[in-house]
């Protein structure tokens, strides 16, 4: 176990386009709310050193953009993501509705060795608007979280700095456990196999 | 294996082809490469089994040479050396700055002293290569209306050499009053060899282009009904009020907003918003293979903002997007490729910088995507972005020249860059670039010199096609 190295975590944050993705890192990071933002193109991120069980961690956070263009970043992009941060906004239920192919399209790029335990958190965003335009219930959103596993839930409010500083100590301590678990890795691109030369067990692949 | 000797295959033929148009005789050395028996073990380059030879050893060898003589040159533009001089001299402008750097590195007649630097004790290229003139890049006043109009005949037509135009602009961008005409030409609105007459017919014929192409989405209640109209339409809203909203074109909020059933109808909006929406939704229809992809309207806007034209800004943008449009592309094969070649230009010229990237597993280079996705819009000023395109528009010493920009802000900037917005010196990183660009035209004629001998001619610094 790595427990004295310097330990660096990579969190991606997933989610449609408009949802508050950077509006939500940048709140966490710079504790900063601009209704300005400009929308995020290809991928950016920031950097935070936190505290979590004592130990100094440097989290990179990753903010995406929100079309589904740029998900062909692809499998490097994703690969060594120690948590996946999927947001939504309460008052869009598409955006809730896509969450399940924004989880799914995580799984197939990252290939986690355990999908089944990989760290997500979801966070329903924009609490702040008035009550009578939310679309999407507390309710439903457990529901979909239990259903895949128990995800960690947080509705947040990145205007009004609600649950924010929470929901990222949660996922900064999801994604440390995740780092620091032996059995945990990603699995090896397969052209990277290692062929022994005596072992005549497996043909070597004719490419 | 080194990763070295894994990659300098890829090295010689893709950075080498990316930039061929560097050296004028490349098309003859790639013949040339073919033809020696030395090239026969490089040929199946994509297969996988590399397995390192007497003859690719001597390719090693020469661009591990090439890679010491890049290293030293990095070091010699350190922003210490440029800041040491600028105090001692503190009445030279930043170009003189450069060019007696230059001088006075090339004059060193030691190079012992930076060997310890580096891993290969080799100099033969950079000693060979030290009684070449300095490299010399230069930065000049923006082209203003008189000289513009004095490259043109009475009947409108340009009578220098396009060179000279792109020249001028590369040299130092245009003024803001002639800036909406000469875009029109380097976004291909005008076509050069036209007349005044011929220009204004041109336009006519765009804008009819233009209003029949919006007549299709705007007046069709079929295609207004259609999903994925419905989608693209709410997700260029979504961009377009998040685009440029400081800059006071776009700034105000005075009409409501048009669609009730909008999720942004309560907000207000104004008129330049609402044209920038339509600009794009045509767009979406011009091009429908690609559509509307984010970052398109950082594209536009500044187009808009100059041409402060519907049909203009159009066309202007279907130009800018022609050159630009592989960026955007599903696969993301424009990206890659372009990310890809931006690699192999670190490893070639600044083996460190490299090294440090390989340490730190960035060698994706994901933080230079935006930069090279729209063309440093986020990195620099609003004004400045205006100028650094009309230069990279000119093609003046490359059609790639956004990537020696990205190697001049690496170069400086180095290990800090994913938090640059808007803080970088624009007229500096020029400068460097366009001198990372000389550097980089010399090495490869000093690689292929050397491996050609005499039957090279001797290369020229002078612009090529």
Redesign the interface.
């Known amino acids: 176990m790595a427990s004295r190295k310097k330990v660096l975590l990579k969190v991606i944050i997933l989610g449609d ?2 949802v508050g993705k950077t509006s939500l890192m940048n709140q966490y990071v710079n504790k900063k709310f601009s209704n ?12 935070k050193e936190v505290m979590v069980d004592d130990r100094l961690v440097t989290m990179q956070i990753w903010d995406t ?3 589904e ?2 998900q ?3 499998v ?2 994703y690969r ?1 993501a120690d948590c996946c941060v999927l947001v939504y906004d309460v008052n ?1 239920s598409k955006s809730f509705e896509t969450l399940d192919s924004w989880r799914d399209e995580f799984l197939i790029q990252a290939s986690p060795r355990d999908p089944e335990n990989f760290p997500f958190v979801v966070l329903g965003n924009k609490i702040d608007m008035e009550e009578s335009k939310r679309v999407v219930s507390q309710k439903r959103a457990m529901t979909w979280c239990q259903s895949k596993g128990n995800i960690p839930y947080f509705e947040t409010s990145a205007k009004e700095a609600i649950n924010v500083e929470n929901a990222f100590q949660t996922i900064a301590k999801n994604a440390l456990q995740q780092e620091a678990d032996p059995d945990f890795s990603y699995n090896e691109f397969p ?1 990277a196999i290692k062929i022994d030369n005596d072992n005549s067990k497996y043909d070597a692949c004719a ?1 | 294996m080194e990763p070295i000797e894994e990659t300098v295959r890829e090295i010689k033929w893709n950075v080498l082809e990316q930039f061929s148009k560097v050296a004028r005789y490349t098309r003859n050395t790639a013949t040339n490469l073919l033809d020696n028996p030395l090239a026969r073990p490089l040929l199946p380059h994509l297969s996988p089994g590399f397995v390192p030879s007497e003859s690719t050893r001597s390719v090693v060898d020469e661009y591990d040479v090439g890679r010491v003589y890049l290293a030293k040159w990095a070091a010699s533009v350190a922003e210490q050396a440029e800041e040491a001089a600028m105090s001692e001299y503190p009445n030279q402008s930043r170009e003189e700055l450069y060019v007696n750097n230059f001088k006075k590195r090339w004059s060193d007649t030691d190079p012992r002293s930076w060997e310890e630097e580096t891993e290969v004790g080799a100099f033969e290229i950079l000693s060979n290569e030290a009684t070449l003139p300095p490299l010399h890049a230069t930065r000049s006043n923006p082209l203003n209306a008189e000289r513009w109009f004095s490259f043109f005949d009475t009947e409108g037509r340009l009578k220098v050499e396009l060179s000279e135009v792109q020249e001028a602009v590369f040299r130092g961008g245009v003024e803001d009053d002639i800036r909406v005409e000469v875009w029109k030409y380097f976004l291909g609105i005008y076509s050069w060899d036209s007349n005044q007459v011929e220009r204004e017919s041109m336009l006519e014929a765009k804008a009819q282009q233009y209003w029949a192409l919006k007549r299709e989405w705007w007046d069709s209640a079929e295609v207004q009904a259609d999903e994925t109209f419905r989608e693209q339409k709410t997700r260029i809203e979504k961009d377009v009020i998040r685009t440029d909203r400081s800059i006071s074109f776009f700034a105000v909020e005075d009409i409501p907003h048009p669609d009730p059933l909008s999720s942004a109808s309560s907000t207000l909006t104004n008129k330049n918003l609402e044209l920038m929406k339509d600009i794009l939704m045509t767009y979406n229809f011009y091009n429908k293979d690609l559509g509307y992809v984010q970052g398109m309207s950082d594209l536009l806007a500044p187009l808009f903002v100059v041409m402060r034209n519907e049909v203009t800004a159009f066309w202007a943008f279907v130009g800018f997007m022609n050159r630009m449009k592989s960026n955007f592309y599903r696969d993301q094969t424009g990206m890659r490729r372009q990310l890809l070649t931006l690699n192999h230009l670190i490893q070639f010229m600044d083996p460190q910088l490299y090294k440090h990237l390989q340490k730190t597993d960035s060698l994706n280079l994901f933080f230079c995507f935006r930069w090279i996705l729209v063309w440093f819009k986020r990195e620099f000023k609003w004004d400045e972005v205006l100028f650094l395109w009309e230069v990279l528009w000119s093609d003046y010493l490359s059609s790639q020249f956004h990537l020696f920009v990205a190697l001049a802000i690496l170069d400086k900037h180095r290990m800090y860059v994913n938090d640059l917005s808007t803080t970088i010196p624009l007229d500096e990183t020029l400068l460097r670039a366009e001198t990372l660009f000389h550097q980089f035209q010399r090495m490869v004629a000093a690689v292929d010199r050397k491996r050609f001998g005499a039957t090279t001619e001797s290369f020229s610094e002078n612009r090529v096609a």
């Open positions: 386009s408009g300005q933002y400009k929308a995020t193109i290809g991928a950016d991120f920031l950097t953009a929100g079309q263009r740029f062909s970043l692809g490097a992009f060594g869009n052209e490419c």
